[in-house]
């Protein structure tokens, strides 16, 4: 099922006003479980180790590194092209590239960009461990 909010378009400011604060809400409840200490099951591998050695402290080290953006139409704003590339953190090779082009029904608004796009990017992540969870990325930036 699909919780992405939907905008009429028709300049409804109350209903943009009380999905802002229902974000604000939400902002404030994650911020609660932020995590501010490394709790990583891996760790970074040395120069010219492997990355599938583990290392003393028995972690494993990282292994694959993903990458997330989306790319927007000059000539449809709303229209926009997804995209998860995964590279091996030892060669820095691509070893796993995810497109998806998309329409958004959020607005762009300042301070609430991740309820505008982060649903798209999980959709490519969840399609990712559906389908190819070798290459799962352990960390994203």
């Known amino acids: 099922m699909d919780n992405t909010p939907r905008f009429s378009g028709g300049g409804d400011d ?28 891996w760790n970074l591998p040395s120069m010219g180790s492997n ?7 028995n972690k ?10 989306i790319s927007f139409s000059k000539e449809d704003p709303s229209t926009a092209c997804a995209a998860l590339v995964v590279l091996d953190a030892g060669t820095l090779e691509v070893v796993h590239e995810e497109f998806d082009v998309v329409r958004l029904q959020v607005p762009y608004i300042p301070g609430f960009l991740a309820f505008r796009e982060a649903p798209i990017l999980l959709g490519l992540l969840e399609k990712m ?13």
């Open 51 to 57: 990355s599938d050695q583990s290392n003393a402290n």
């Open 14 to 41: 109350c209903e943009l006003m009380q999905q802002k604060q229902e974000w604000a809400k939400t902002q404030d409840m994650l911020k609660s479980k932020l995590i501010l200490e490394d709790d990583f099951g």
């Open 60 to 69: 494993g080290n990282l292994k694959y590194i993903g990458g997330v953006d």
């Open 129 to 141: 461990k559906t389908n190819n969870q070798h290459f799962y990325p352990q960390v994203l930036v």
